[in-house]
């Protein structure tokens, strides 16, 4: 097993589907891990409870990843519960919003999902970082939609995604030299609550009939990535946009 003891890790919206499946995955490898989330606190309790249940150490912390002073009050309480220092960030916060065309969309609706998506992780990775000692790593979601443009109604999304994928690449390039990895996931057709959501269940057995391994994918497929990425296993691996999708595109 990745062995992470000691490491404290952020996970921001870490209370269900993949974003759960990072903490739970990265507590098991021995990371104390601070989980992050907006407002369902009964998932943050069952997230943390199923944590310690495990033998692992964790807390849960109340904030909008949109909002710079819960950013900054979410990075503090980790320093504040475990020691100082901040190892592993997964800036797993984001989300689709609506699918909607551009004749439906407005600026009010493009600027939500923007922020949803990239502001989040942007401010995020900016208060980490200055507690980020040499070694650590930040993992970021992007998405499948940030390299083909989305399904219909997804361009806001998609567009969003893109960012994700560049900032990553820039923020290899600008804190490498200080020894932090920057790299993201690019998932497909995982099975959440996102595409329970947002996607007809016609479309996801289509893709299930005709990606190379015939399945879609398991949050914790995601997360196994997740916790290899931050651990010195990967250590000479930077800004890289790792496709998880069962072979549905090759990038």
């Not at 497909?188 to 190379?212: L, Q």
Request: charge should be neutral; include cysteine.
């Amino acid at each position: 097993m990745t062995n992470l003891k000691g490491k404290v890790a952020i996970v921001t919206g870490g209370t269900r589907d993949i974003g759960r499946s990072c903490s739970i995955k990265l507590a098991e490898a021995g990371a104390h891990v601070v989980v992050n989330y907006h407002s369902n606190k009964d998932a943050g309790d069952e997230t943390v409870a199923t944590i310690e249940k495990n033998g692992g150490k964790a807390i849960l912390v109340k904030g909008d990843m949109t909002k710079k002073a819960d950013v900054d009050n979410l990075v503090a309480e980790a320093r504040k519960a475990f020691g100082g220092n901040i190892d592993i960030l997964v800036n797993n916060v984001g989300g689709l919003v609506a699918r909607k065309k551009l004749a439906e969309m407005d600026e009010e609706f493009l600027n939500k999902v923007m922020s949803l998506n990239m502001n989040s992780t942007f401010l995020a990775t900016q208060a980490a970082v200055p507690h980020m000692p040499s070694g650590s790593a930040i993992v970021n979601l992007a998405s499948l939609a940030g390299r083909d443009g989305g399904g219909g109604g997804a361009s806001a999304y998609s567009v969003s995604k893109g960012a994700v994928v560049t900032f990553t690449r820039s923020m290899a390039k600008e804190l490498g030299p200080q020894g932090i990895r920057v790299n993201a996931l690019c998932p497909g057709m995982i099975d959440t609550t996102f595409h329970d959501t947002f996607t007809p269940d016609a479309a996801r057995k289509n893709v299930e009939a005709s990606v190379p391994l015939r399945r879609q994918g398991h949050p914790d497929d995601c997360a196994d990535a997740v916790v290899y990425l931050a651990s010195d296993a990967s250590s000479y691996i930077t800004g890289a946009n790792i496709d998880i999708n069962g072979g549905m595109f090759f990038s």
